[in-house]
């Protein structure tokens, strides 16, 4: 394979680099709409868990698509579609933009009853949340709890399971792709394809080919906040999804007007890094590095993937590992994501590709 003085630069960069930090890294990425970028470096696979990456390509094009249909707006309260909601006054821009006052994170997996059938576990969950605190803080929140109850949401709104949801989402907005869910944390894709990602104490077993979350495992590996599996050429085909909807260009539903207002800093500097479900670079520590604009918006999961788009350079970037592979509690990966879009910008500026 013909490499570009870019990929090249890039390839020696990360094989030095991973190291101690993640088994591989698959990285693509795209200015104008086109392919500058496109390398892997270590032990990869075909399919990846994408963790919270999934918040942006299902639940947020979701509200976002339930939004243009007129099923909500910027005032619309929880309680409208959620009766049982304890905060008859938090708005659903609350939720989306980790702003609600709930916990960051629950180990519902604790206390699921995974003998029950998805819906029932659907049904428990539910009422764990009813009963948990709501405790309003100056700024945001990052709340995997917040984007489990626009979950509840989306199936009052559409007024069908979680999963159906999903595959009318898919069949709108990613047809063609290999995006999935595995519901009942099987897939029908052979197990070896898939990243592995960490010997779980939980499970008592490597995670391959089952999502990692812990929570989104005991809701029968679908949910909100986690849960999406895909491969580098579903995530790029996502950031350029995303790049239509902001240039007016997209075939599907979603008027360039929504996309653009979704894709505003929805809170006051100091108060939280966020768009309409979207993160936004954090200035001296965002995880899209130091020369992508402020403007930017995109998403990171727990497993060592993310996607990032820069509506002023017109570039996105796309980063695929397992990181996890080598502890949860690895931190090094965080770091060399951001250096990844900093070699990716300087290189493409040096070499004019």
């Known amino acids: 394979m013909k490499f570009s003085v870019l990929e090249k630069n890039l390839i020696a960069k990360l094989e030095d680099r991973i190291r101690d930090t993640t088994p591989g890294v698959m990285v693509r990425a795209y200015q104008g709409g086109r392919i500058i970028c496109d390398v892997s470096v270590g032990n990869t696979?075909?399919?990846?868990?994408?963790?919270?990456?999934?918040?942006?390509?299902?639940?947020?094009?979701?509200?976002?698509?339930?939004?243009?249909?007129?099923?909500?707006?910027?005032?619309?309260?929880?309680?409208?579609?959620?009766?049982?909601f304890q905060s008859p006054e938090a708005k659903i821009t609350e939720l989306m933009t980790h702003s609600s006052g709930l916990p960051w994170w629950m180990p519902f997996y604790q206390e699921i009853?995974?003998?029950?059938?998805?819906?029932?576990?659907?049904?428990?969950?539910?009422?764990?949340?009813?009963?948990?605190?709501?405790?309003?803080?100056?700024?945001?929140?990052?709340?995997?709890?917040?984007?489990?109850v626009l979950g509840y949401i989306l199936e009052v709104i559409f007024e069908k399971p979680l999963l159906d949801v999903w595959v009318d989402i898919k069949n709108k907005f990613y047809a063609g792709t290999t995006l999935e869910f595995h519901p009942g944390n099987v897939s029908t894709t052979k197990q070896s394809l898939f990243a592995p990602t960490e010997e779980c104490p939980v499970r008592k077993k490597l995670v391959q080919g089952e999502v990692h979350d812990l929570n989104c495992w005991s809701f029968g590996g679908v949910s909100t906040h986690a849960g999406l599996f895909g491969s580098i050429d579903d995530l790029g085909w996502y950031s350029l999804h995303l790049r239509s909807q902001l240039l007016g260009i997209a075939r599907y539903s979603i008027r360039q007007k929504t996309a653009q207002l979704f894709a505003k800093r929805a809170l006051p500097e100091g108060k939280g890094d966020w768009a309409m479900g979207y993160m936004m670079p954090t200035p001296g520590s965002a995880s899209c590095g130091s020369y992508f604009s402020l403007d930017s918006i995109g998403h990171t999961g727990f497993t060592g993937t993310s996607v990032w788009y820069d509506p002023k350079l017109d570039m996105s970037v796309n980063i695929l590992s397992n990181r996890v592979l080598y502890g949860s509690d690895n931190k090094a990966f965080a770091k060399l994501r951001s250096e990844i879009h900093n070699w990716i910008v300087e290189n493409y500026r040096r070499s004019g590709v």
């Open 45 to 84: 696979y075909a399919y990846y868990d994408f963790a919270s990456v999934t918040k942006v390509i299902f639940t947020q094009q979701a509200m976002m698509y339930a939004f243009e249909l007129g099923k909500w707006n910027f005032e619309t309260k929880v309680s409208e579609f959620l009766p049982w």
């Open 113 to 148: 009853n995974m003998n029950q059938s998805m819906e029932k576990r659907r049904e428990q969950l539910r009422d764990i949340v009813k009963g948990l605190k709501i405790e309003k803080s100056e700024t945001a929140v990052y709340s995997d709890v917040g984007f489990i």
